[in-house]
């Protein structure tokens, strides 16, 4: 049987994450579509998933796997760049949009 990750949450294994896919799943989709709109609204400026967290008023802990989905399915990208979080004073990743036909 095949996930539908990235396309809905899923957890590792049993217990915890399988648990926290199922409480998320209700509002995966609205989260996704609210960090998607973020990062668009932010350019090449981008964000870190504590930035985002804080600017939509999310836990880090939803908005992070949000984060992977989109890049899972190409809408979101690692810009190369880091900037530090101001929680633990360590460097993260800046996401930023993929535009829709940049490529072609």
Known sequence: MSSP????????GTGSSVR??????PIARTVRAKVERELI?????????????SR???PRVTVQPRVSELVAIGRVRNSGKRRRNPSSGKS???????EVGADG
Not at 5 to 12: A, F, K, L, S
Not at 20 to 25: H, K, Q, S, V
Not at 41 to 49: H, I, Q, S
Request: proline share 5%; hydrophobic share 50%.
């Open 20 to 25: 926290a896919a199922i409480e998320i799943a």
């Open 41 to 53: 609204a932010l350019g090449a400026y981008g964000g870190t998933a504590e930035e985002l967290s």
């Open 5 to 12: 990750y990235p396309n809905e949450p899923h957890g590792r």
């Open 56 to 58: 939509l008023r999310y």
């Open 92 to 98: 993260a990743a800046v996401w930023v949009a993929v």
